[in-house]
Nanobody
Framework: QVQLVESGGGLVQPGGSLRLSCAAS????????MGWSRQAPGKQREFVASITSSGDTYYLDSVKGRFTISRDNAKNTLSLQMNSLKPEDTAVYYC?????????WGQGTQVTVSS
């Protein structure tokens, strides 16, 4: 079983930056795929970014060039660096992990982009 805890959300002005972190309960070195999704009010949850154990990364088109996903297997953490934030990035952001064919989710962290 994998437990995930996100942190780093908050209120930021348009054009600002935030760094989200996701701490896993155990070693993530054997977790092939980890990622971030988000859910805005009244909308479905959507994929934002993912990273494989070999370091391959994938991004939602609207965040390419602004967001960077990374993982630190030694510290059992997943991160999302978000730059040039826009109001439409406002959402609850969730960390996820695919392990032994089961999807695990964190509890989410709120990101609000507003002036």
């Amino acid at each position: 079983q994998v437990q995930l805890v996100e942190s780093g959300g908050g209120l930021v002005q348009p054009g600002g930056s935030l760094r989200l972190s996701c701490a896993a309960s155990g070693s993530i070195i054997s977790i092939n795929l980890m990622g971030w999704s988000r859910q805005a009010p009244g909308k479905q949850r959507e994929f934002v970014a993912s990273i494989t154990s070999s370091g391959d990364t994938y991004y939602l088109d609207s965040v390419k060039g602004r967001f960077t996903i990374s993982r630190d297997n030694a510290k059992n953490t997943l991160s999302l660096q978000m730059n040039s934030l826009k109001p439409e990035d406002t959402a609850v952001y969730y960390c996820s992990a695919l392990f032994l064919a089961r999807q695990y989710w964190g509890q989410g962290t709120q990101v609000t982009v507003s002036s």
